[in-house]
Every structure is written in structure tokens, then in C-alpha cells.
């Protein structure tokens, strides 16, 4: 059973870094695609960028090169930073796996965390 | 960026009845890349269909997707009660991968 634990501060302050581990367990994380995504408080999604074990990344261009992901594979865990934070990163931060599906060309967010809050406030 | 607006912002049912919603993309989407997933409160979201019209595992054939190009459907047949939820796009056709702003589905 695959699950995906996202933990860290709840609150951090502006101007600070935001540090955030997704614990993975039912499947390793070698040879997927991980994900992190943000849910404002308003509801919207928002995909902030993938990491591979290999060290390929992606990130969304609109956080500004402020996003940093690695991949512990002796822990199982996925990381994320994002840096200089301003209270419109205020949000749920969730990880997620790029999986395959049963057609070889679709792909999907396959397996999600349940989400850790964090608020950006002095 | 791909921008995805669905519409209707909110739809509300009775059980029974059919759910029809939409996501419209501002440009080109292959419909193997585009997907769609149901977020009911307090959990994370859940995929429904990939490829546009493929239903994931366990997902009930009530849910039917469609569409090609910049025009995507999620028909939800046979409303129940369970169902009350939100649902996103998404789009993988080019990064940033990006989600619509979601339909909240209220069953009366």
C-alpha cells in the first residue's frame, strides 16, 4: 500500500525558507517522478515542480528559481525549499507521484500525500 | 502556460440526475494529457480519469470523460450523494503542468 507523508513547520516567516519532507512508503523512490503541488486557500492547484532520483527537476517558472527538490533514496523521502517566502505561499502543500496508468502513454498524480499546512506570518 | 477554466464554478443536483462539466484549455491538449481529479473535503485529490476518457482503477463507470483538443468533459451519470465533491483538470501537454480552477458538485 503505497502512502506519502508530507511534514514540516506549520508556520514560517516571510522572507524565510520553507522546508517540507514527504515520507514515502509502499513503493520506492527510485525510478519515479515526484511531485509537489500547492492548494491555496482559495482551492487552487498549483504544480511547483518534480524531482527524479536522477537529479532531473522541473519547477513552475512562476515561483522564480526559489524551489529546490532532492530525492533521499537510502530515506525514502522527498524534499522541498522554497526560499525567500511572502505570504502568498501561504497554502496546503501536497507530494505526489507521477505514475504510469494501465496506457503506456497516459500519465497521471497517481498517489498523494494528505497535505501539510503552511502559513507564512511574522 | 496552458490556462484550463472550467466551468461551471459550482453545479447542484439532485441524486439520480446527470452531472455535465467542463474544461476548456487556451491552447492544444492531446487528450492523452489531460486528466481529471475529485477532491472531497478535508482529503487530498483523487484521480478519476487519465487520457481523457479513461476511468483510473476502482473509479464507478457512473463517471465518464470526453473531448479532444481544447474542449474536455467529465459526465458524471446517476448522481448519488457521494459524489459531492470538486473537481480539476489538469493538463500535461506542456510545463508548467497546470490545473483548472475546479467545479464544486453539490447533491441537493
Known amino acids: 500500500q503505497v502512502q506519502l507523508q508530507e511534514s514540516g513547520p506549520g508556520l514560517v516567516k516571510p522572507s524565510e525558507t520553507l522546508s517540507l519532507t514527504c515520507s514515502v512508503s509502499g513503493v520506492s523512490t527510485k525510478n519515479h517522478y515526484w511531485n509537489w503541488i500547492r492548494q491555496t486557500p482559495g482551492k487552487r492547484l498549483e504544480w511547483i515542480g518534480y524531482i527524479h532520483e536522477s537529479g532531473r527537476s522541473r519547477d513552475n517558472p512562476s515561483l522564480q528559481s526559489r524551489v529546490t527538490m532532492s530525492v533521499d533514496t537510502s530515506k525514502n523521502q522527498i524534499s522541498l525549499q522554497l526560499t525567500s517566502v511572502t505570504a502568498a505561499d501561504t497554502a496546503l502543500y501536497y507530494c505526489a507521484r507521477w505514475g504510469e496508468t494501465s496506457d503506456p502513454n497516459c500519465r497521471a498524480f497517481d498517489y498523494w500525500g494528505q497535505g501539510t499546512l503552511v502559513a507564512v506570518s511574522s | 502556460e496552458i490556462v484550463l477554466t472550467q466551468s461551471p464554478d459550482t453545479l447542484s443536483l439532485s441524486p439520480g440526475e446527470r452531472g455535465t462539466l467542463s474544461c476548456r484549455a487556451s491552447q492544444y491538449v492531446a487528450s492523452g494529457n489531460l486528466v481529471w481529479y475529485q477532491q472531497k473535503p478535508g482529503q487530498a485529490p483523487r484521480l478519476l480519469v487519465y487520457?481523457?476518457?479513461s476511468r483510473a482503477t476502482g473509479i464507478p463507470d457512473r463517471f465518464s470523460g470526453s473531448g479532444s483538443g481544447t474542449d474536455f468533459t467529465l459526465t458524471i451519470s446517476r448522481l448519488e450523494p457521494e459524489d459531492s465533491a470538486v473537481y480539476y483538470c489538469?493538463?500535461?501537454?506542456?510545463?508548467?503542468?497546470?490545473f483548472g480552477g475546479g467545479t464544486k458538485l453539490e447533491i441537493k
Open positions: 489538469q493538463q500535461y501537454e506542456d510545463a508548467p503542468l497546470t
Open positions: 487520457g481523457a476518457s
